[in-house]
C-alpha cells in the first residue's frame, strides 16, 4: 500500500510542476477560449468507457484489506521461518525475494552468483501486476507467476502445468534438483580438480530392469528437499516399479494449493488465508471428522517399516542419538568418491576418498568461496557395508523413502499414491 500512495503522491508533484511552468510563460498573449473535453478513454478489447478506480481498484486497496493480510502472513512459515533468505547461488531461487525474481526473468533455475544483501519471501515475491484492466481472471493478474513450470528435476526440459495458482508455488514446492559443488584441491592424486557433485540419474529414468546395477558414491546424490509437494500431490516422479500399475489421481486434484493453505481465514487459531497454513475447521463443511490423522499415522508407520528393511538389506544406516534418542537413518555409499568399492572387511593401510566440505565467506565481498575438498581416511563402517553396487530397485526404494519423508504433508497431499509408493517399495525389497 505503501507503493501505491507514493506512486500518486509522485503523480501530484509533477502536475504541480507543470502549472508552474506555464504560469511563468505570460508574455506569450492572451489565453484563448476553452477547448471542448476529451473522449472518455476506452479500453482495448470492447471499446467501453475506462474504469473508475473506485470500484477496479479498491476492491483490493484498501488500507484494512493490506494490513489484514500482512497481519496474517507474518503467522507464515515464509515470514518466520529461518530458511527463508538463505542466499547462496543454489538456494537463493527459493530462499529469497531478489533470488526468485532473478530466475523468472533468467529462466535458469539457479541465480548468477550468491546474493547476500537479498531478502526474505515477502510480498513482491509473489504479487506484481501484469495488467490493471480486471475484466477476467483478477487474481493471476496480481501473481509474478502463473506459467506452467520448468521442473528442475527434468532439468528443465518440458514445461508442466498445475495450474495458474499452483504454478505460482510450485516453482519454489518442488524437488529441488543438482546443487553443484567444484572440489579444487590440486595437492592430491588422483588429480580432482573441478569434479563436481554428481546427481545421480534424475527419476523417472530409463533403466531396463530393476535388478540394473548403479553405484551410490561419496559425493553423489538423490535428494530430493523438502520442498517436493507439487510432485506428490500429482502423482508424478517417485521411483515406479516395472509392471506395477499406480493411481495418480485422487478426490482433490483438481483443488490449487490456495484452495487448502489459503483457505477461510481463521482468527481463533491464525490459520487460513495469507497464513499459508491449512485452516481444518473450514475442512469439516464436508468432512464431518479428522481425515488427517488416521492418513499421517498410517503412511508415518509405513515410512518406518521402510526405514528398517532398508537398514537391513544394508542399503541405510540407522543411528540412534544417546542423549535424546532420537533415530535417524542416512544411505549408506557403495563406493567412496572415485568409484572404489568399500569392502566388508578391512585391509590395514586401505585409505577411501571422501569430501569435506569447508565453504567459506569472503569478508570482502561476502560472497560463498566454493571450495570443498576431498580427504583420504580409513572407514568406520565395513561391518555394516553390503560390498556391492546397488540395484536400481534398491536405488529406488531408499529415493522413495527420501520422497516422501522430506515431503512434509505425510501422505495427505496424494494419500493413495503414497501408500502404493512405500508398498511396492517394500514389497519389491522382501522380494529381491
Ligand atoms: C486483485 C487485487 C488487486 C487489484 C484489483 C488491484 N491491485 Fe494493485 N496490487 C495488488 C497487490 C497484491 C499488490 C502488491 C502489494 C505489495 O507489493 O506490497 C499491488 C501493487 C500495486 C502497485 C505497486 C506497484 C506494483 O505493480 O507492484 C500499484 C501502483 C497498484 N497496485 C495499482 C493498482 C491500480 C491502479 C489498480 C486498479 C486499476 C489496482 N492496483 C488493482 C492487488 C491488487
Ligand atoms: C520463492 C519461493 C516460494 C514460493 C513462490 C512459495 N513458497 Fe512456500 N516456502 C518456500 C520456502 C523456502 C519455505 C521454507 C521457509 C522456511 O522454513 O524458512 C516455504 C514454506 C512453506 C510452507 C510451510 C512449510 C512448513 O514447513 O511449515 C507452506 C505451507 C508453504 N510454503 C506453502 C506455499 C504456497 C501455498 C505457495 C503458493 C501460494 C508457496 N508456498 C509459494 C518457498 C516458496
Ligand atoms: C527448488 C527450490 C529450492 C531450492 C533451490 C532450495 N530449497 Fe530449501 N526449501 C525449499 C522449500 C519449498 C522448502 C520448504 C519445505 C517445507 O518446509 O515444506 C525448503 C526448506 C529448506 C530447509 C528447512 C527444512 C526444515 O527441516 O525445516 C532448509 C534447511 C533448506 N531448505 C536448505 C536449503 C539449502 C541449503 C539450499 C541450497 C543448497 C536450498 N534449500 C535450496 C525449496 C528450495
Ligand atoms: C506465497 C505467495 C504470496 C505472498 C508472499 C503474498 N501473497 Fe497475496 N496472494 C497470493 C495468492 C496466491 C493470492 C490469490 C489467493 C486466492 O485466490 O484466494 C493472493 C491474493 C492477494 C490479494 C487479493 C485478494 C484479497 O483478498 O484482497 C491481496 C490484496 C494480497 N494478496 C496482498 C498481499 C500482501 C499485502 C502480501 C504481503 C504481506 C502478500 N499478499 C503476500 C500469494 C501471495
Ligand atoms: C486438499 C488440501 C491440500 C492441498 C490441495 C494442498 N495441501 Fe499442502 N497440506 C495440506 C495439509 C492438510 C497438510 C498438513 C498440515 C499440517 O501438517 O499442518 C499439508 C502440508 C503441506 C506442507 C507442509 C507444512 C508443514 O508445516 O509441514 C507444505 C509445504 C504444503 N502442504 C504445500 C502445498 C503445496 C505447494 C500444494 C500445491 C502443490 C499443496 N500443499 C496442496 C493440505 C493440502
Ligand atoms: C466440498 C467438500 C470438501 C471440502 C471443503 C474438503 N473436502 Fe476433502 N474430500 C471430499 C470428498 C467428497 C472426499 C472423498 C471421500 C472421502 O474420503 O471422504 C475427500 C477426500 C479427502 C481426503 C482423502 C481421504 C482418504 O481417506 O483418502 C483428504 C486427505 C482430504 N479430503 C482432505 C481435505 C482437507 C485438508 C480439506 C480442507 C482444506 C478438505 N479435504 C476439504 C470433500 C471435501
Known amino acids: 500500500m505503501k507503493n501505491f500512495k507514493s506512486l500518486f503522491f509522485a503523480a501530484g508533484l509533477m502536475i504541480a510542476a507543470a502549472c508552474l511552468t506555464f504560469t511563468s ?141 499452483n504454478n505460482l508455488c510450485v516453482n519454489c514446492h518442488q524437488i529441488r534438483g543438482a546443487t553443484a559443488l567444484v572440489y579444487s584441491d590440486t595437492t592430491l592424486t588422483p588429480d580432482v580438480i573441478n569434479k563436481s557433485f554428481d546427481q545421480l540419474p534424475y527419476f523417472p529414468f530409463t533403466n531396463s530392469s ?105 542399503i541405510f544406516k540407522k543411528t540412534v542419538n544417546g542423549t535424546t534418542g532420537a533415530i535417524s537413518y542416512s544411505a549408506l555409499p557403495t563406493h567412496d568418491f572415485n568409484g572404489k568399492l568399500y569392502p566388508t572387511t578391512q585391509t590395514a593401510g586401505d585409505k577411501f576418498a571422501t569430501s569435506s566440505s569447508n565453504n567459506t565467506v569472503s569478508p570482502t565481498t561476502g560472497l560463498v568461496i566454493y571450495g570443498n575438498m576431498l580427504k583420504y581416511g580409513t572407514d568406520a563402517d565395513y561391518a555394516i557395508r553390503m560390498g556391492r ?9 531408499a529415493y522413495n523413502y527420501a520422497y516422501i519423508n522430506s515431503e512434509l504433508s505425510l501422505g495427505l497431499h496424494n494419500p493413495n499414491y503414497a501408500l502404493q509408493v512405500l508398498n511396492n517399495s517394500i514389497d519389491w525389497l522382501n522380494a529381491n
Not at 475506462?50 to 483490493?60: P, R, Y
Not at 484452495?259 to 481444518?280: F, I, K, P
Open 25 to 165: 510563460c505570460t508574455k506569450e498573449g492572451p489565453q484563448g477560449p476553452a477547448g471542448v473535453d476529451g473522449i472518455n478513454g476506452v479500453n482495448g478489447v470492447n471499446g467501453t468507457n475506462g474504469k473508475d478506480a473506485n470500484g477496479s481498484c479498491l476492491v483490493c486497496h484498501t488500507i484494512a484489506n493490506f494490513d489484514q493480510k500482512i497481519a496474517e502472513y507474518h503467522f507464515s512459515k515464509h515470514y518466520t521461518g529461518n530458511t527463508s533468505s538463505r542466499f547462496t547461488k543454489f538456494c537463493a531461487s527459493c530462499h529469497t525475494s531478489e533470488g526468485f525474481k532473478q530466475i523468472l526473468g533468467s529462466g535458469k533455475y539457479v541465480v548468477a552468483n550468491d546474493m547476500p544483501a537479498a531478502n526474505r519471501i515477502n510480498c513482491t515475491t509473489c504479487h506484481a501486476h501484469s495488467g490493471f484492466d480486471f475484466t477476467a481472471d483478477t487474481v493471476s493478474q496480481i501473481l509474478t507467476a502463473i506459467s506452467p513450470v520448468y521442473l528442475n528435476y527434468n532439468k528443465n526440459l518440458t514445461a508442466t502445468d498445475f495450474g495458474a495458482l
Open 210 to 314: 530393476d535388478l540394473d546395477t548403479v553405484q551410490y558414491r561419496v559425493g553423489r546424490s538423490f535428494s530430493v528437499h523438502d520442498g517436493n509437494q507439487s510432485n506428490l500431490f500429482a502423482g508424478i516422479n517417485a521411483y515406479e516399479y516395472k509392471g506395477k500399475t499406480y493411481t495418480k489421481t485422487w478426490k482433490h486434484s483438481a483443488f490449487a494449493c490456495t484452495q487448502c493453505h489459503m483457505n477461510e481465514y481463521n482468527a481463533a487459531d491464525s490459520t487460513g488465508g495469507h497464513t499459508l497454513r491449512v485452516n481444518e475447521e473450514a475442512c469439516k463443511t464436508c468432512h464431518g471428522s479428522d481425515k488427517l490423522t488416521p492418513i499421517q499415522n498410517l503412511i508415518k508407520g509405513k515410512l518406518t517399516d521402510l526405514a528398517e528393511l532398508l537398514t537391513t538389506k544394508k
Open 389 to 397: 553396487p546397488w540395484k536400481w530397485g534398491e536405488l529406488g526404494a
